[in-house]
């Protein structure tokens, strides 16, 4: 069985920063692309950042040039840097990742979600 495990939230003031991570474990063959989605109440999941295994990476309009996404193959995981944090935020964050099984078998994965709260 394969998991990934997201951390990484909590609580913090307008204009900090929180570091997300997540890892994947199980029997993986290799994971293609990884990213991180939210979703706050009352809308629908979205897109926040992601990053194919070769480093290229896809953000957000609203997060351009303040969160940072990265991930280390050899110990597949994924982080995302979150700076100059804004009430609008605020959602659950969940990891993303497209995980190769065997040469022919992929599945999509998602974490159980971490709570990140912006407010004063």
């Known amino acids: 069985q394969v998991q990934l495990v997201d951390s990484g939230g909590g609580l913090v003031q307008p204009g900090g920063s929180l570091r997300l991570s997540c890892a994947a474990s199980g029997s993986i063959f290799s994971i293609d692309d990884m990213g991180w989605y939210r979703q706050a109440p009352g809308n629908q999941r979205e897109l926040v950042a992601m990053?194919?295994?070769?480093?290229?990476?896809n953000y957000a309009d609203s997060v351009k040039g303040r969160f940072t996404i990265s991930r280390d193959n050899a110990k597949n995981t994924v982080s995302l840097q979150m700076n100059s944090l804004k009430p609008e935020d605020t959602a659950v964050y969940y990891c993303n990742a497209e995980i190769w099984l065997s040469s022919v078998t992929e599945n999509r994965y998602w974490g159980q979600g971490t709570q990140v709260t912006v407010s004063s």
């Open positions: 990053i194919t295994r070769g480093g290229r990476t």
